[in-house]
C-alpha cells in the first residue's frame, strides 16, 4: 500500500488562526480524503480532494473553513481556518486504490486550539 | 442517513480467549467492508477488507458478512495484550465515501 506522510505531527494553535496541513504519497492517486477524528469520536469525511478540481465536500463542512488545494496526484494540503478550541482534534489524509478498495492513512494531525 | 453501527465496549477478554466485535449498517446496497484497528495516539491500520458474504480468515482474524441481516463481525481468535485497541468497523457506502463506526474498545487481559 502507498506510503503516506503526514506533517505536522502535532500542533497547538491560537484561536483564530489557521494551520496547513500537508500529506504526501508516494505514488500517485486519484482520489485523496480528509477526515477528521474528535476526542472520542469515529472518523469524519470533510472532503475529498480532486486533482484539477475543487474539492468535494461533505456535509457540515465549507471551503471557507476547510480550503484544500491537490496540485498534483501526489499531494494535498488541508487548511483549518480561524481555529477555535471546537476544532481541536485528529486530522487524518487517507487514500485508496480504486473506488471500492480499503482507505489507508497518514499518521494523522493531532490539532489543539487554545 | 447511512449509518454503521458499533458497540462502544469496553469489550474485556482473558488472554487466549476469542473476542467477537460487531457491527450493523443500514445502507442495504453496500458491497464492501472493512476492520481497521487503531491503537490509542495511532491512525487506523486496516485489518480485514470483506466483500461477499460468509467468512474470511486471515491468520487470528475471520471477519464475517451477512448482507441479508446487514451484520458484519470480527473475529480474534488466541486474543493477545497487544491486540488491546479500539477497532472500527467501516462500510464503502458508493460515490467514493466510506462511512466508519464509533468504534469498539477491546482489552486483553494477561
Known amino acids: 500500500s502507498a506510503v503516506i506522510s503526514q506533517k505536522p505531527s502535532r500542533d497547538i494553535c491560537q484561536r483564530g488562526t489557521s494551520l496547513t496541513i500537508q500529506c504526501q504519497v508516494d505514488?500517485?492517486?486519484?482520489?485523496m480524503f480528509w477526515y477528521r477524528q474528535q476526542p472520542g469520536q469515529s472518523l469524519t469525511l470533510i472532503a475529498t480532494?480532486?486533482?484539477?478540481?475543487?474539492?468535494?465536500?461533505e456535509s457540515g463542512f465549507v471551503i471557507d473553513k476547510f480550503p484544500i488545494s491537490r496540485p498534483n496526484l501526489t499531494f494535498s494540503t488541508l487548511t483549518v481556518s480561524n481555529m477555535s478550541p471546537e476544532d481541536s482534534s485528529i486530522y487524518l489524509c487517507?487514500?485508496?486504490?480504486?473506488?471500492?478498495?480499503?482507505?489507508?492513512f497518514g499518521n494523522g494531525t493531532r490539532l489543539t486550539v487554545t | 442517513q447511512k449509518e454503521v453501527e458499533q458497540n462502544s465496549g469496553p469489550l474485556s477478554v482473558p488472554e487466549g480467549a476469542i473476542a467477537s466485535l460487531n457491527c450493523t449498517y443500514s445502507d442495504r446496497g453496500s458491497q464492501s467492508f472493512f476492520w481497521y484497528r487503531q491503537y490509542s495516539g495511532k491512525s487506523p491500520e486496516l485489518i480485514m477488507s470483506?466483500?461477499?458474504?460468509g467468512d474470511k480468515e486471515d491468520g487470528r482474524f475471520t471477519a464475517q458478512l451477512n448482507k441479508a441481516s446487514q451484520y458484519v463481525s470480527l473475529l480474534i481468535r488466541d486474543s493477545q495484550p497487544s491486540d488491546s485497541a479500539t477497532y472500527l468497523c467501516a462500510v464503502y457506502t458508493g460515490g467514493f465515501k466510506t462511512i466508519f463506526g464509533a468504534g469498539t474498545r477491546l482489552f486483553v487481559k494477561a
Open positions: 505514488s500517485q492517486v486519484t482520489m
Open positions: 480532494a480532486n486533482q484539477g478540481s475543487e474539492a468535494t465536500y
Open positions: 487517507s487514500v485508496a486504490a480504486g473506488e471500492e478498495s480499503p482507505l489507508h
Open positions: 470483506i466483500y461477499s458474504n
